[in-house]
T-cell receptor, first 115, second 116 residues
Framework: DTAVSQTPKYLVTQMGNDKSIKCEQN?????MYWYKQDSKKFLKIMFS???????INETVPNRFSPKSPDKAHLNLHINSLELGDSAVYFC??????????????FGEGSWLTVV | AQTVTQSQPEMSVQEAETVTLSCTYD???????LFWYKQPPSRQMILVIR??????QNATENRFSVNFQKAAKSFSLKISDSQLGDTAMYFC?????????????FGQGTRLTINP
């Protein structure tokens, strides 16, 4: 079974459209993340939720809105897509870590292409 | 703000050789964690090794080991007896804890090719 699963894996869409990427983890983790990897392979965090509460919200356009219906799911909705949104989006999860760092488990990525 | 720098965009070695990937970082924190992640062509992000800053002993995981120099803020990855399957992008990352979450700050990556 896949620990962190994302859908869709590939998405091609036109500028101006609204799209969502879904993420689910079956590891029982408390914290989930969205990372963006751009065309130069640079990875940067976008959001993090802990037990459905927004913890990290980096400088991301308002067109990006994460939603966490429960701690096993963290979806990413993007409004009015732009060419610069083309990237690979990674979902990840980790356990609540006051006792020390645990492994962050990444999904396989969702490759978004805006044309 | 923390920054992570990988100064080698690409490296290439022959199979079975040893290769070292460089990473430097900048932080004012005293307690933190450092990671190396591997990203093969499949795009999956795979944790290779991690190091706690409060530990002086360098972390090792089979053929992978690190040289952690805290004062110099250097965290290099050594791959011994390199294998074709080691071909991938390698990312160095600094971890900052924010409440119950971990924020990973990544370097630019090093593309490593192992040649037969």
């Amino acid at each position: 079974d896949t620990a962190v699963s994302q859908t869709p894996k590939y998405l091609v869409t036109q500028m101006g459209n609204d799209k969502s990427i879904k993420c689910e983890q079956n590891l029982g983790h408390d914290t989930m993340y969205w990372y963006k990897q751009d065309s130069k392979k640079f990875l940067k965090i976008m959001f993090s939720y802990n037990n459905k509460e927004l913890i990290i919200n980096e400088t991301v356009p308002n067109r990006f809105s994460p939603k966490s219906p429960d701690k096993a799911h963290l979806n990413l909705h993007i409004n009015s897509l732009e060419l610069g949104d083309s990237a690979v989006y990674f979902c990840a999860s980790s356990q609540d870590l006051y006792r020390g760092p645990d492994t962050i488990y990444f999904g396989e990525g969702s490759w978004l292409t805006v044309v | 703000a923390q920054t992570v720098t990988q100064s080698q965009p690409e490296m290439s070695v022959q199979e079975a050789e040893t290769v070292t990937l460089s990473c430097t970082y900048d932080t004012s924190e005293n307690n933190y964690y450092l990671f190396w992640y591997k990203q093969p062509p499949s795009r999956q992000m795979i944790l290779v090794i991690r190091q706690e800053a409060y530990k002086q002993q360098n972390a090792t995981e089979n053929r992978f080991s690190v040289n952690f120099q805290k004062a110099a803020k250097s965290f290099s990855l050594k791959i011994s007896d390199s294998q074709l399957g080691d071909t991938a992008m390698y990312f160095c990352a600094f971890m900052k804890r924010i409440q119950g979450a971990q924020k990973l700050v990544f370097g630019q990556g090093t593309r490593l090719t192992i040649n037969p």
